[in-house]
Nanobody
Framework: QVQLVESGGGLVQAGGSLRLSCAASGRTFSHYAMGWFRQAPGKEREFVATISWRGGSSTYYADSVRGRFTISRDNAENTVYLQMNSLKPEDTAVYYC?????????????????WGQGTQVTVSS
């Protein structure tokens, strides 16, 4: 069993930056691929970024955030991060951390086994 707790959300002006963190429990965290998803009001949850278990060996981003967001992980600290730069109002959403009981990356919500409760990110114009 893996428990995920997100933090770092908040209110920021357009063009600003935020860094989200996701702290994971469980001894097998380092073997899991991790992902970030987001859900805006009235919309479906969508993929943001994913990282394989070997840290930076494999990452993938949604087109809407590529070049602005960076996913990383620290397996020693059981933590995955999402650095968000050049934020836009359309980035406003609840951001969720997810863990997948596989080492390879994935962009589909149904392929993830564990989810955090989410952290709100609001970008004002």
């Amino acid at each position: 069993q893996v428990q995920l707790v997100e933090s770092g959300g908040g209110l920021v002006q357009a063009g600003g930056s935020l860094r989200l963190s996701c702290a994971a429990s469980g001894r097998t965290f380092s073997h899991y691929a991790m992902g970030w998803f987001r859900q805006a009001p009235g919309k479906e949850r969508e993929f943001v970024a994913t990282i394989s278990w070997r840290g930076g060996s494999s990452t993938y981003y949604a087109d809407s955030v590529r070049g602005r967001f960076t996913i990383s992980r620290d397996n020693a600290e059981n933590t995955v991060y999402l650095q968000m730069n050049s934020l836009k109002p359309e980035d406003t959403a609840v951001y969720y951390c997810a863990a997948r009981k596989e080492s390879t990356i994935a962009t589909v919500t149904r392929l993830y086994d564990y989810w955090g409760q989410g952290t709100q990110v609001t970008v004002s114009s």
